[in-house]
Each structure stands twice: as structure tokens, then as C-alpha cells.
């Protein structure tokens, strides 16, 4: 089975602050992908990453930074977290097959609430 | 651009009746696919089916299974036999073109919450 964890399933940050969100993918998986959803918004895909070092942004990347060192590690970055970043924030990984279906597998989520 | 479309945005069912729930898309792309995922209250989201524009059978998936009608572009997800363990959210995705050299990225509904009564 895929496993997708992320570090933490509830943080609470104060505006300003640098703030890190890990996910980890134990399935050799090429994609990776970072998504907020929100009440009424769906979810909207914030970064995603097709290999190692390699990076594309979403449909909503501003305020928001990723880094992928490690092809197993995806964390995303708030550099100067603001209140209207409070969210649930949603990791996910795939194959990376062209022309088949390659699901998306999700972790936990990560409650992100800006004071 | 893709659009998906979830008109329900609630839903009840009763334990072990079947249940429907919506998903109309929009795209000019000949090649696509069709996700349905399911959300419970924990947060986790859990891929439950797929269905390829080009398949020429609906999907199935043990309880789950996909009325597909391409013309009308829907994309029914149909529960069979619901358990209360089935209460969660649903969210329908269609497969974007691809963004890279390597997979795709997910276009995602806004949900319908179902909820299954004793």
C-alpha cells in the first residue's frame, strides 16, 4: 500500500512566522503535490514537483515556496505565514505514468491555523 | 480550462440502499479521465475509481462503480449496499493534460457530503 505521512496533523502558527510542512512518500513515487482546501473552495493545487530539485507552480503558489532534495520528501514552505494561509493543507504523491490513470494518493493533512 | 461540476452539495441515504451522486465535466480534450475520491471527517483523502475517456466499459470497484455517459460528459459515482462507514465526503477529479513530462495534475470538484442514516 502507499503510504503518505506528513509531519504534523495539527500546527498553529502566528503571523509572521516561518513555518515548514513536511510530507513524505515511501513508494518510489516520481510526482509529488502540495494542496489547501478550503470550505467552499474545493481544493487548489498550490506546487507539485515531477522529479528530484524539479518544481512547477499551481493554480495558487503566491506566498508560498517548496523544496524537493529528496525524491521521497516534498515540504512546503510559508516564509511569512499570514492569516488568510490558514487552512487544511493536503500532500499527495503519484507514479508518474503517462497515459494511465496514475492516481493521486493522499497523507493525512496538515490543519494549518495563522494566529 | 476543465471544469467539474458537483450539484449535490448534500446528501442521505439509508443503510444499505444505493445512492448516486453527480459529477458533470467540462473539457475539449479527446484523451481524460475521471477520479472519485472519498473524504471522512479524519481528512484523509482515499482514491476509490477511475474511469479513462477512452474505456468502453463503466468502472467498477467492489460497492463502487461509475455510470459513465460520455455525451452528456457525466460521471456518476454509485454506491450499492451503503454502510454507515460510507459517510464522508466525495470529490470527483478529472485528469488535467499533462502539466510535465511525468503525470498529471487533478481538477477537482467542491463535494457533496453524504451521509448514511440507520
Known amino acids: 500500500d502507499v503510504k503518505v505521512t506528513q509531519s504534523s496533523r495539527y500546527l498553529v502558527k502566528r503571523t509572521g512566522e516561518k513555518v515548514f510542512l513536511e510530507c513524505v512518500q515511501d513508494?518510489?513515487?516520481?510526482?509529488m503535490f502540495w494542496y489547501r482546501q478550503d470550505p467552499g473552495l474545493g481544493l487548489r493545487l498550490i506546487y507539485f514537483?515531477?522529479?528530484?530539485?524539479?518544481?512547477e507552480k499551481g493554480d495558487i503558489p503566491e506566498g508560498y515556496s517548496v523544496s524537493r532534495e529528496k525524491k521521497e520528501r516534498f515540504s512546503l514552505i510559508l516564509e511569512s505565514a499570514s492569516t488568510n494561509q490558514t487552512s487544511m493543507y493536503l500532500c499527495a504523491s503519484s507514479l508518474g505514468q503517462t497515459g494511465s490513470h496514475d492516481a493521486q494518493y493522499f497523507g493525512p493533512g496538515t490543519r494549518l491555523t495563522v494566529l | 480550462a476543465q471544469k467539474i461540476t458537483q450539484t449535490q452539495p448534500g446528501m442521505f441515504v439509508q443503510e444499505k440502499e444505493a445512492v448516486t451522486l453527480d459529477c458533470t465535466y467540462d473539457t475539449s480534450d479527446q484523451s481524460y479521465g475521471l477520479f472519485w475520491y472519498k473524504q471522512p471527517s479524519s481528512g484523509e483523502m482515499i482514491f476509490l475509481i477511475y474511469?479513462?475517456?477512452?474505456?468502453?466499459q463503466n468502472a467498477t470497484e467492489g460497492r463502487y462503480s461509475l455510470n459513465f455517459q460520455k455525451a452528456r460528459k457525466s460521471a456518476n459515482l454509485v454506491i450499492s449496499a451503503s454502510q454507515l462507514g460510507d459517510s464522508a465526503m466525495y470529490f470527483c477529479?478529472?485528469?488535467?493534460?499533462?502539466?510535465?513530462?511525468?503525470?498529471?495534475?487533478?481538477?477537482f470538484g467542491k463535494g457533496t457530503s453524504l451521509l448514511v442514516t440507520p
Open positions: 514537483s515531477y522529479d528530484v530539485k524539479m518544481k
Open positions: 477529479a478529472m485528469r488535467e493534460t499533462h502539466l510535465s513530462n511525468s503525470g498529471y495534475a487533478l481538477n
Open positions: 513508494m518510489d513515487h516520481e510526482n
Open positions: 474511469q479513462g475517456s477512452y474505456d468502453e
